[in-house]
């Protein structure tokens, strides 16, 4: 079984950070794709960033130059660092991992608030 568990969000000014992770059970993690998607209120979920099982990661236009995707595989952990952050940015933000035989597992994602 793959578990995802969300955490680290909350409520942050406009031009604020936080830092997203993502605790993956199971021992798949280092051989599977990551990413962070966003479910913002009425509108559909968005693909924020993702991390291949390489190095090379993918940013929505909208994020690039302010969010960072991260892993450590040792710790089966996903990161995300968000850094000025922008009222447009308030969602829910969702962990996802795809496996190498191309299953995807969600999490149940945590709320990021920017607002003054």
């Known amino acids: 079984q793959v578990h995802l568990v969300e955490s680290g969000g909350g409520l942050v000014q406009p031009g604020g950070s936080l830092r997203l992770s993502c605790a993956v059970s199971?021992?798949?993690?280092?051989?599977?794709?990551m990413g962070w998607y966003r479910q913002a209120p009425g509108k559909q979920r968005e693909l924020v960033a993702t991390?291949?099982?390489?190095?090379?990661?993918n940013y929505a236009d909208s994020v690039k130059g302010r969010f960072t995707i991260s892993r450590d595989n040792m710790k089966n952990t996903l990161y995300l660092q968000m850094n000025s952050l922008k009222t447009e940015d308030t969602a829910v933000y969702f962990c996802?991992?795809?496996?190498?035989?191309?299953?995807?597992?969600w999490g149940q994602g945590t709320q990021v608030t920017v607002s003054s």
């Open positions: 996802t991992l795809t496996n190498p035989w191309g299953v995807a597992y």
């Open positions: 199971g021992s798949i993690f280092s051989i599977s794709a």
């Open positions: 991390s291949s099982t390489g190095d090379s990661t």
